[in-house]
């Protein structure tokens, strides 16, 4: 049994066969899955379809990408969403990216912040992006005392200080398909050492594709491939990976 912790099966990627996609899913060992948002369209895409299926859980939030899109309204909106729908699990996603830097970093600071702000208001676990940006979302997470209610670093890409501080801070950890590529030796060795009732899989479908698959659109099934990297590297059978995986994403999300 897996537990998708990041997929955006509202992709517009999945319009002519989601239904198919997430039966598949279910088919390969995926119990559950939680979608999550990036901006106020995905926002209500993800209420829905968590409201449509029972495994499906709703993140609300705006990524770091589409904050300079949007308006404080948009924060009274998801704040009422969330108390009005049990399916709603956590805020996200919501963080800093100074590689694609399609927001000004301010901006996406002052995002990320207000963000923190409304999921401790709610007692809400987070999930967070970074993206070259390590420093900045560290000394935000402490400063603002960010995993006192949870929260998973998506689709992890920190180095060895990272992975120490977010795990201080209360922090899970998730690793995406890169983890399947040759060239992921760094992310490699963070698994190793990082304690394994901290980790959680996700796909971050369509995106980030892992082996043997590579360079087609990901899927919430694919994951499957992640718990087997990450059993092979921690010398763990792959369904011990699963139930423990499950489990944290369990607690993480107060399920
Ligand atoms: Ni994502």
């Not at 694609?100 to 208001?121: C, G, M, N, T, Y």
């Not at 007692?123 to 603002?144: C, F, G, L, T, W």
Request: net charge negative; glycine share 4%.
């Amino acid at each position: 049994m897996l537990f998708d912790t990041h997929a955006h099966i509202n992709d517009k990627r999945f319009n002519t066969d989601r239904e198919q996609v997430i039966s598949s899913a279910k088919d390969c060992g995926v119990a559950y899955m939680l979608n999550v948002s990036y901006d106020e369209r995905s926002v209500s895409q993800s209420i829905s379809l968590a409201g449509k299926y029972p495994f499906i859980y709703a993140a609300i939030g705006i990524h770091p990408h589409y904050v300079k899109n949007h308006n404080e309204s948009v924060l009274v909106k998801m704040e009422q969403e969330y108390l009005e729908n049990n399916k709603i699990v956590a805020v996200g996603e919501i963080g800093l990216d100074f590689y694609r830097d399609l927001s000004p970093r301010e901006l996406q600071k002052e995002w990320f912040v207000k963000q923190i702000h409304l999921a401790k208001k709610l007692k809400a676990p987070i999930i967070v992006h970074n993206r070259e940006s390590n420093d900045a979302s560290v000394e935000i997470i402490k400063a603002e005392n960010a995993g006192e209610y949870g929260g998973i670093i998506h689709s992890f890409s920190g180095d060895k200080a990272m992975l120490n501080a977010v795990l201080d801070a209360g922090m899970h950890i998730s690793f995406s398909g890169p983890v399947t590529y040759k060239s992921a030796a760094d992310i490699r060795e963070i698994i190793k050492i990082a304690p394994i009732d901290r980790i959680l899989i996700e796909t971050d479908c369509p995106y980030l594709t892992p082996e043997p698959y590579r360079g087609r659109r990901n899927e919430p099934a694919y994951v499957r491939f992640v718990a087997e990297e990450i059993a092979r590297i921690k010398k763990m059978d792959f369904e011990e990976v699963a139930e423990i995986t499950t489990q944290n994403a369990f607690d993480v999300l107060k399920l």
